[in-house]
């Protein structure tokens, strides 16, 4: 297996653009994850999904962000208006028997 | 609130000699526990886990350690070799796949 698959890895944009990430967890994984990596906080996770249902989002920082699971195998994690504080990494993951394998991450520059 | 923590941003440790990483946490529903390491530009990678029933568990180097009664878990490595160094996240579980993690601790191991 690939792994879980990240998309773009590099994201440059500018204030007020839409931005959106994508992800695709490894096969057979039901479980779902967007954290957002920054120095004060570490791994934030920002939304929970299983068997493609949004279960936790209660770390989503606002409602700039939103994110979607349309299928098991594809994800995205958007944000309208994007802002210079939301440039950090974003990581998708997805879990098996309670353990995360983690995609390699979208560094997201918002400038 | 950050309900899981990691006192120590960073820990330099001889080559050949013990490290020993640092985790704390507050919600005593928790129920399992795991270490992921950390190189730049990459995903955290699953290292060793532990469930609430055991205080220790061993794999090859590692080592974590649980005391529930003080809501503490360590991690181990020995002997620490160069390719140790890294920034290490502690999480932890409870009833589902969700894990919350610590802020992390950046080892740097010295040859």
């Known amino acids: 297996d690939a792994g879980v698959i990240q998309s773009p890895r590099h994201e440059v944009t500018e204030m007020g653009q839409e931005v959106t990430l994508r992800c695709k967890p490894i096969?057979?994984?039901?479980?779902l994850f967007w954290y957002r990596q920054t120095m004060m906080r570490g791994l934030e996770l920002l939304i929970y999904?299983?068997?493609?249902?949004?279960?936790?989002d209660s770390g989503m920082p606002e409602d700039r962000f939103s994110a979607k699971m349309p299928n098991a195998s594809f994800s995205t994690l958007k944000i309208q208006p994007s802002e210079p504080r939301d440039s950090a990494v974003y990581f998708c993951a997805s879990s098996f028997q309670r353990k995360a394998f983690f995609g390699q991450g979208t560094r997201l520059t918002v400038v | 609130d950050q309900q899981v923590k990691q006192n120590s941003p960073s820990l330099s440790v001889q080559e050949g000699r013990i490290s020993i990483l640092n985790c704390d946490y507050t919600?005593?529903?928790?129920?399992?526990f795991l270490w992921y390491k950390k190189y730049p530009a990459e995903g955290p990678t699953f290292l060793i886990s532990i469930s609430s029933i055991k205080d220790k568990n061993e794999d090859g180097r590692f080592t974590v350690f649980l005391n529930k009664s003080a809501k503490h878990l360590s991690l181990h490595i020995v002997p620490s070799q160069p390719g140790d160094s890294a920034v290490y996240f502690c999480?932890?579980?409870?009833?589902?796949?969700?894990?919350?993690f610590g802020t992390g601790t950046r080892l740097t191991i010295i040859p």
């Open positions: 999904f299983n068997n493609n249902v949004p279960i936790d």
């Open positions: 919600n005593s529903m928790f129920d399992y």
């Open positions: 999480a932890a579980a409870f009833g589902n796949e969700k894990l919350t």
């Open positions: 096969s057979g994984h039901n479980s």
